[in-house]
């Protein structure tokens, strides 16, 4: 059972919280395959088709070949006979591409206008790739331009045909020779590695009866993209038959379609302040688990949700499928992480607003590591985050990831989020340092979080105080080098599965009014309701005679001081056991303080902001029952005007919470 957690008038700190600090804000003015298949599900020979557009529109510019140089065809030469096409022979490596926009072609590559003389099924230009060996390919960035969705699959389609021509010193005979089937070649290159060609696919092409009817064929084959490898270009190959080497290919109308149109995860996000935009992070340790699901709370703000689930050592094959709770599919695809620990996959998709996700690993639950989601919110605070999504995996190693934050007007705490999957329990560290201004905040785990379940996953939660208020980057470093950061031990092998956030609380344009940093906290009960603690700020000089009362609980129930705080100086309010099953309104559980605005002064609340850690087990080493949630409601008047509930707190150490609700509390 959850612990939620309740209280009244003005504040609410949480059933088994740690709360430090706690402000508020005044307005002067009122505002199944086999297992480690290959990353590209791609048959030796694909039959022809003749229907290829999946979704959407073609993605490739100029595979028509019509976009070229304005005296391409200056040449008189005849293709295809004295009465066949006007062709040139480009005789030098088309790498700029002055010749034909967006493509490059080996040298002795024919380019050809229809002139009427032939039945090409695209526009009035193609190419003739004569001999053997000779290529054609996408100039290296076209594919990188199209923007490819990670692990989605796309089709590849075009039209072609088999045409011998002989040819003297290159030049094209009016005498035309039997005419043969042939062969043609696909093949990728990747980058980084422009010279390594991949062969993808053959096709067979049988004899044109005529120049002026070719036998065009419908030819396509699907890819799934994979970030991990990008693919650099997409070349075609003449693989004439032996001994027919002088047996040419035609080809025309090349276009790149995608299978899946749904909505795309974007690479990274970027919410400034008056957005009113954030994501939350959720997730699960999911292994030998299946099925499972996991609730999105609050799910009424989201808008929506990125959800990624992790592999190791096998996987189901390209696609998983994915529902929500109204038991609508989704389906996501696979991604290898770049970096040192092999054998892992990442599973993406994108979802609308939903509530839970479920996901049964069946057969392959054993393999299965962690269900991650990420929650766009819109957002009655202002806050500034940006985040990437990411897919890297590292051993023994250290890798850095380079974040973007917008800039501030002030000093202030910049909170670091990120997902970790395929740890493993026995002993080994994981370092996560976070630099921005010159101010770094670290962690270090040795494992997977017990309160997301049993194995793989922890999600880190790291503050970097005091920032300057220009600072624009933010580096976050995962260091699991062997012997390395005082430990004697091997570091983690890990996935990162998904996003990186840093975010900040944005400045209001009020002056603080109250704080209650409770380090005058002593004595046993310090908060029952004849004893409390006294404001330790009062902002009389901009808000007039503000006054305040002490914070205390409603009912008298147990709590207790602790030095365990942000920053491990002063005080804060423990709060053991005795947890509400539900919110209640004035429930006994409550703390509670009020605020007195003078009636000489115009103004209203503005905004809420405390720490809070909630850890797995607590103090004395007792289980927290973790997750514990809580609520808060403000009344003016002794009347209800604002209320917010089911609110989830960190485990993972302290976390800052900020609530800014502008004009809806009068």
């Given amino acids: 059972m959850r612990k939620p957690l309740a209280s009244t008038r003005g504040s609410l700190i949480a059933s088994r919280i740690v709360i430090a600090c706690l402000t508020l804000l005044l307005f002067a003015q009122a505002q199944a395959t086999p297992p480690n298949p290959e990353p590209f599900a791609i048959p030796s020979r694909v039959a022809m088709m003749t229907n290829c557009p999946g979704c959407g529109p073609n993605l490739c510019p100029n595979g028509g070949y019509e976009s070229n140089s304005s005296n391409i065809l200056s040449s008189t030469w005849k293709l295809g006979g004295s009465s066949g096409s006007r062709t040139v022979r480009l005789t030098t ?21 229809k002139d009427g003389k032939t039945n090409n099924p695209e526009g009035e230009y193609f190419v003739w790739l004569p001999n053997k060996d000779q290529c054609f390919n996408t100039q290296p960035g076209v594919i990188k331009d199209l923007d490819l969705c990670p692990g989605r699959p796309y089709t590849i389609c075009f039209k072609a045909a088999a045409w011998k021509n002989t040819l003297v010193n290159w030049v094209p005979q009016s005498t035309i020779p039997t005419q043969k089937s042939t062969r043609l070649n696909i093949e990728f290159t990747y980058e980084g590695a422009p010279s390594n060609l991949e062969y993808i696919t053959q096709f067979s092409l049988p004899a044109s009866s005529s120049w002026s009817n070719l036998n065009w064929q419908t030819c396509s084959f699907t890819f799934y993209y994979d970030p991990s490898k990008p693919l650099e270009s997409v070349f075609f190959t003449n693989a004439a038959n032996t001994g027919d080497t002088e047996v040419g290919v035609t080809i025309d109308d090349f276009t790149i379609y995608a299978e899946d149109c ?11 302040c008056g957005d009113n935009k954030k ?47 109204n038991n609508i599919s989704y389906q996501a695809y696979r991604i290898s992480p770049v970096g040192a620990s092999s054998n892992v996959w990442v599973y993406r998709a994108m979802l609308p607003q939903v509530s839970s996700i479920s996901y049964n690993a069946d057969t392959y639950k054993s393999y299965v590591q962690s269900i991650v989601a990420y929650a766009f919110r819109t957002v009655d ?9 990411t897919h890297v995996s590292g051993y023994n190693n250290l890798q850095t990831l380079n974040l973007k ?17 395929e740890l493993t329990n026995d002993g080994r560290y994981l370092l996560v340092k976070a630099t921005a201004g010159g101010k770094t905040g670290q962690k270090m785990i040795f494992g ?43 570091g983690q092998s890990y996935v990162i599965s998904g996003a990186v956030r840093a975010g900040a609380y944005c400045p209001v344009d009020c002056p603080m009014a109250v704080e209650y940093n409770l380090n005058t906290c002593a004595g046993s009960n310090p908060f029952n309701p004849s004893i ?5 700020y009062l902002n009389t000089q901009d808000c007039g005679a503000l006054d305040a009362s002490k914070i ?60 809070n850690n909630a850890p797995y087990k607590d103090e004395d080493g007792s289980y927290n029952g973790y997750p514990a949630y809580y609520g808060f409601r403000i009344l003016k008047n002794g009347s209800e005007v604002y209320q917010k509930i089911d609110l989830q707190t960190s485990a993972n150490g302290w976390f800052q919470k900020y609530w800014h609700w502008t004009e809806s509390v009068p």
């Fill in 93 to 113: 490596d088309n790498s700029s591409g002055d010749d034909i926009d967006n493509w490059s072609a080996a040298p002795n590559v024919y380019y050809v206008k």
């Fill in 262 to 272: 749904s909505a795309c995860a974007s690479d990274d996000w970027y919410f400034e």
């Fill in 279 to 325: 994501v939350d992070i959720y997730g699960k340790s999911i292994n030998n688990i299946a099925p499972v699901t996991l609730v999105i709370p609050d799910h009424n703000t989201v808008y929506q949700t990125v959800v990624e689930v992790v592999y190791k050592g096998s996987n189901p094959g390209n696609v998983i499928t994915l529902t929500d709770n």
């Fill in 381 to 389: 605070q202002e806050v500034m985050e940006s985040g990437t999504f």
């Fill in 405 to 421: 934050v917008p800039a501030g007007s002030a000093t202030r705490n910049i909170e670091v989020e990120l997902p970790i999957s």
């Fill in 448 to 490: 997977s979080d017990p309160a997301l379940g049993g194995c793989c996953l922890n999600i880190v939660n790291l503050t970097i105080p005091d920032v300057p208020a220009g600072t624009t980057d933010v580096a976050v470093t995962i260091d699991t080098r062997n012997l390395q950061n005082g430990q004697n031990v091997n």
């Fill in 532 to 536: 409390g603690i006294s404001p330790s």
């Fill in 552 to 611: 205390k609980r409603l009912f008298a129930v147990e709590s207790s001081c602790s030095s365990n705080t942000p920053n491990q100086t002063g005080k804060s309010v423990r709060l053991k056991s005795h947890h509400l099953a539900s919110w209640s309104d004035n429930g006994q559980k409550a703390f509670a303080f009020t605020v007195t605005i003078p009636a000489c002064v115009t103004g209203n609340l503005s905004g809420l902001r405390f720490w």
